[in-house]
């Protein structure tokens, strides 16, 4: 889909050189496309451009590749086979080209059911990052949903949750309906052009043109008092400024479904993202808050419950919902704060003098009166720095300032001397 626009900037200087390039891919070796913003393209290079494009197409059409999985699930179960090397459900006129390859035999109902257990997770933190919930996470964030009284989940890059969702459609007393927005192509094999759009969510591009985009806007749609709400789990390697763009052109979109109501509120949300992005986040959503659920991923090795100290997993719940209602379970030591209302991990403290329950990452945080608010409990005050920080630290690196002027105090993208456009 479309490129954005960077700015390469040199130290000293306000003034840099803007150029274009691939709005998923921030390693070139997964994508090379760079261009300057006041470069002119030759016609030759357009065209080499044009076919690198075209042999880099999936193989089939997501309305092939649904044909395909009609024919797929009418196999007998010792003829259905999955390419491993290819990422595809094969057919058995197909056997042969992939003969070479390795693959799986006796695909089943259940595996059909469950393609990110099928798939190999793509892992490049910049541009996929498919670390996929563990089934706890998952489990809790359904239930909390169906709590809160959603009947429409809007998955954008949460495969697991939309997986699970589809799951269970089939059972009587379940209502609730997922429309997967993923840019993982090999989706299609699985999910229905009702059900998956191939999206990129760095730059709001549905890849399947307009029929796409309506699609997501009727899925939008409350009819029937089916309330709406987005998840959504992107790369944590991904610019908080591009995603927060084409998450906020989503709920534009859900706005101008002309819904009663809509005029004054936000499209509910919840983005799952490291607890260390809260100011980023809040910058461009600030009704948004952080609870304190830990969410973990089954393919990290990092990012798993049950930890302790700073091996927990620092993934949480950004939310634009009243904090009160996200209820945390208790039989893993959430409790409720009555002077927060909000539910809060077991170690996050209440502390009288900032009066909040301040600790970010689970620990129990304490307060610096110097620096007049809680910092981290492996922080200590350095009269040099005037701040709390790691206790063996560099003093040195105070004298590090803006990249801009060189001043201290803030930080390029806040500095008073760069022309904001």
Same mark, same amino acid.
């Given at each position: 889909?479309?490129?954005?626009?960077?700015?390469? +900037?040199?130290?000293?200087?306000?003034?840099?050189?803007?150029? &274009?390039?691939?709005?998923?891919?921030?390693?070139?070796?997964?994508?090379?496309?760079?261009?300057?913003?006041?470069?002119?393209?030759?016609?030759?290079?357009?065209?080499?451009?044009?076919? &690198?494009?075209?042999?880099?197409?999936?193989?089939?059409?997501?309305?092939?590749?649904?044909?395909?999985?009609?024919?797929?699930?009418?196999?007998?179960?010792?003829?259905?086979?999955?390419?491993?090397?290819?990422?595809?459900?094969?057919?058995?006129?197909? =056997?042969?080209?992939?003969?070479?390859?390795?693959?799986?035999?006796?695909?089943?109902?259940?595996?059909?059911?469950?393609?990110?257990?099928?798939?190999?997770?793509?892992?490049?933190?910049?541009?996929?990052?498919?670390?996929?919930?563990?089934?706890?996470?998952?489990?809790?964030?359904?239930?909390? %949903?169906?709590?809160?009284?959603?009947?429409?989940?809007?998955?954008?890059? +949460?495969?697991?949750?939309?997986?699970?969702?589809?799951?269970?459609?089939?059972?009587?007393? $379940?209502?609730?309906?997922?429309?997967?927005?993923?840019?993982? $192509?090999?989706?299609?094999?699985?999910? +229905?052009?009702?059900?998956?759009?191939?999206?990129?969510?760095?730059?709001?591009?549905?890849?399947?043109?307009?029929?796409?985009?309506?699609?997501?806007?009727?899925? %939008?749609?409350?009819?029937?008092?089916?309330?709406?709400?987005?998840? @959504?789990?992107?790369?944590?390697?991904?610019?908080?400024?591009?995603?927060?763009?084409?998450?906020?052109?989503?709920?534009?979109?859900?706005?101008?479904?002309?819904?009663?109501?809509?005029?004054?509120?936000?499209?509910?949300? $919840?983005?799952?993202?490291?607890?260390?992005f809260e100011s980023r986040i809040l910058?461009?959503?600030?009704?948004?808050?952080?609870?304190? &659920?830990?969410?973990? &991923?089954?393919?990290?090795?990092?990012?798993?419950?049950?930890?302790?100290?700073?091996?927990?997993?620092?993934?949480?719940?950004? +939310?634009?919902?009243?904090?009160?209602?996200?209820?945390?379970?208790?039989?893993?030591?959430?409790?409720?704060?009555?002077?927060?209302?909000?539910?809060?991990?077991?170690?996050?403290?209440?502390?009288?003098?900032?009066?909040?329950?301040?600790?970010?990452?689970?620990?129990? =945080?304490?307060?610096?009166?110097?620096?007049?608010?809680?910092?981290?409990?492996?922080? $200590?005050?350095?009269?040099n720095c005037n701040c709390c920080t790691?206790?063996?630290?560099?003093?040195?690196? @105070?004298?590090?300032?803006?990249?801009?002027?060189?001043?201290?105090?803030?930080?390029?993208?806040?500095?008073?001397?760069?022309?904001?456009?």
């Amino acid at each position: 889909g479309p490129t954005l626009l960077f700015v390469k +900037t040199s130290q000293g200087k306000e003034e840099g050189r803007r150029f &274009y390039a691939c709005s998923a891919c921030r390693d070139r070796k997964d994508c090379n496309f760079f261009q300057w913003e006041d470069e002119k393209v030759s016609e030759t290079r357009l065209a080499a451009r044009e076919e &690198y494009n075209r042999n880099h197409q999936p193989p089939f059409t997501h309305r092939q590749n649904m044909d395909r999985y009609k024919n797929f699930v009418l196999l007998p179960l010792s003829k259905s086979r999955f390419c491993q090397e290819c990422q595809q459900l094969l057919l058995p006129a197909e =056997w042969e080209k992939h003969s070479d390859h390795q693959f799986l035999c006796d695909i089943t109902t259940a595996q059909l059911k469950s393609p990110s257990q099928l798939l190999y997770p793509l892992e490049n933190k910049k541009t996929n990052a498919q670390y996929l919930f563990a089934d706890r996470s998952c489990r809790f964030l359904l239930s909390l %949903l169906i709590d809160l009284g959603f009947r429409r989940v809007l998955s954008v890059g +949460t495969p697991r949750l939309h997986e699970m969702i589809q799951s269970r459609v089939s059972q009587e007393d $379940f209502s609730v309906r997922s429309l997967l927005l993923d840019i993982d $192509f090999r989706y299609s094999q699985f999910y +229905t052009e009702d059900e998956f759009c191939h999206y990129n969510m760095f730059n709001h591009h549905f890849f399947g043109g307009e029929a796409a985009h309506e699609t997501c806007r009727k899925f %939008l749609y409350e009819e029937n008092g089916e309330r709406v709400i987005m998840v @959504t789990d992107p790369p944590f390697g991904g610019l908080v400024e591009a995603l927060a763009s084409s998450f906020k052109k989503l709920m534009a979109m859900w706005k101008g479904t002309e819904k009663e109501g809509h005029d004054n509120k936000e499209m509910p949300m $919840f983005w799952i993202f490291p607890y260390f992005f809260e100011s980023r986040i809040l910058d461009f959503f600030p009704s948004f808050s952080m609870m304190d &659920y830990q969410v973990d &991923y089954d393919n990290h090795a990092l990012y798993k419950h049950g930890k302790t100290g700073r091996r927990q997993s620092p993934v949480r719940i950004f +939310t634009n919902l009243t904090p009160r209602v996200i209820v945390l379970p208790e039989e893993e030591g959430y409790r409720f704060c009555t002077v927060c209302q909000r539910y809060v991990s077991s170690g996050n403290q209440h502390c009288e003098i900032c009066n909040s329950c301040t600790s970010k990452d689970g620990r129990r =945080w304490k307060h610096c009166v110097l620096c007049k608010k809680c910092v981290k409990p492996s922080w $200590f005050h350095c009269n040099n720095c005037n701040c709390c920080t790691l206790q063996k630290h560099s003093c040195e690196k @105070t004298d590090v300032g803006c990249f801009v002027c060189g001043e201290a105090g803030h930080k390029r993208s806040a500095c008073p001397r760069l022309s904001h456009t």
